[in-house]
């Protein structure tokens, strides 16, 4: 049972700061393997990073946000010290805690695919190497479709990978620097196993009867891999640079130094559409939007899977 003075209202400000109705945070999942403190610390960072939380915003204070979740006000704590931790909030004495001007960072993509499929219509378009942080970020999210927590009514996702079959700038052999086809066949079946990954894990709720719609597109082209892209819901970007880094893999059984492009725990930045269509933000999810429109609609052919 939630506080009668809980902020449920429409906005409404108070000596400089905001309560807004606040059911978008939800609830705890009893079934989610994370300790609560992780779960309420998710639920508040995607509220920030998507600005329903906008900068400047007072959170509910520690009591209120217990009793809202059904938690022990210690929990509660830890959750705040996380996002304390990332630099995400910030605590003023007498005042109560407060969403920073500054919130850009980077960001873990899994709980933003999950809030995204909150949404009755989900549209995910990505594109970067090989897609396997997608095949991954979806995974869990999709599971819980299957048993019921979700329930989008329809997904559609686009996919954007680099034709390994291609001469290519990227990956590369370290002692010549250049392409070698040798290289190219072993990105090329990582790039096919998340792929491949990707359309199984969506096509199957459809054939289940789980989702009205369940669609995934993929095109290639021939330009090297340098960033990953992914947007979410047609409103929020997350961006990433890969880096190139020179290691050694095993390529037909023998030891070989490449140049390589480590997709793994890249860091994100995130930018979200507000209700100020000038912001920094707003401008680069739009011109995110036209940049993937206009590589789909030219120089991108159909995948062969």
Known sequence: MLPENFPNLASQRYGGWV?????????????????ASHQIANKLRAAILTRRLA??????????LAARYGVARETVKRALDLLRAERLIVSRQGSGVFVRAQTQRAVELRPHIEAAFERPHVTVDFA??????????????LDKVRVGRLA????????????????????????????????RERAERITRR??????????????????RSATVEVRM???????KLY?????????????????????????????DLMGKDVPLFHYAVTDDDTSHAAQFVEASRQWFDSVWSTIAYRYDG
């Open 19 to 35: 309560t807004k109705n606040l059911d978008f945070l939800g609830q705890l999942d009893p079934d989610d393997p994370k300790q």
């Open 55 to 64: 900068p400047g915003d007072r959170l509910p204070s520690q009591p209120e």
């Open 128 to 141: 970067g190497f090989s897609g396997e942080t997608l095949r991954d970020a979806l995974a869990e999210t």
């Open 152 to 183: 989008p009514e329809s997904i559609a996702v686009r996919v954007l990978v680099s034709d390994m079959t291609a001469p290519m700038a990227l990956p590369a052999r370290a002692e010549t620097q250049a392409d070698d086809p040798a290289v």
């Open 194 to 211: 998340a792929v491949d990954g990707i359309i199984d894990q969506v096509t199957e709720l459809g054939d289940l009867g789980l989702i």
């Open 221 to 227: 082209h021939r330009a090297a891999p340098l960033f």
């Open 231 to 259: 947007i979410l819901n047609g409103e929020e970007v997350f961006f990433g640079f890969y880096p190139v880094v020179e290691r050694t893999v095993s390529i037909k059984g023998e030891p070989m130094a490449i140049y």
